[in-house]
């Protein structure tokens, strides 16, 4: 199992799934769900229609349709709301159900963006700490998954990680 840094667009990724940073309807957004849902084109919207929403901190897949990704896993992060509202525990369910549903579907490669850090407000280094926690948690129980990506697509979040990549 490996895991490894891309700084680039996360729905340029050829890789099982790529996991959607989304709101709870799952009816598209700004920041990373627009790019992912403008990439994969009209037909993820009417599969999302059907899911019912997503609960914070769960997650639902989907198929990539026009994206390399053949696969989107979406899940809802938290709203950052100072750090006592438990969002800590849900952005760390983000990761870990969004792995587990990989897992479940036999999926070799999975790719995060940096979940909650934009819009919802989380602030970087506190959220990459718990998304390269549980990730190398997950690792020792990893069955079908090979490969964990960190798409970082800012310059702050990809030098973050790199040096908690390095440290751990
Ligand atoms: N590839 C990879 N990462 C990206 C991309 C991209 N194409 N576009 C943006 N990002 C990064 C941002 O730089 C940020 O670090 O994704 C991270 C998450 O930011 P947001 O997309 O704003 O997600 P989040 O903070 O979880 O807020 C979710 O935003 O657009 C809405 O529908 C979405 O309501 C939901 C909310």
Sequence with gaps: ???????????????????NAAKKSLLGGGG???????AAGPELLEECKTLGGCETGEAKITKGYDLPAK??????GPVWHGG???????????YMNSLQLAEQQGLRSIAFPCISTGVYGYP??????????????????AQSLKEIIFSCYDDESLAIYRQLLTDS
Excluded: P, W
Aim: hydrophobic share 50%; aromatic share 4%; proline share 0%.
């Design 1 to 19: 199992m490996r895991l490894r840094l891309d700084a680039g667009d996360i729905t340029q990724l050829y890789v099982d799934a790529i996991v």
């Design 32 to 38: 990373v769900d627009g790019a992912i849902h403008r």
């Design 124 to 141: 970087k280094q506190q959220a990459a700490a718990i998304a390269v926690s549980v990730c190398k948690m997950f690792t020792s129980n």
């Design 84 to 94: 006592d509202e438990n969002e800590a525990e849900l952005l760390a369910s983000c």
């Design 71 to 76: 696969h989107v896993i979406h899940t809802v």
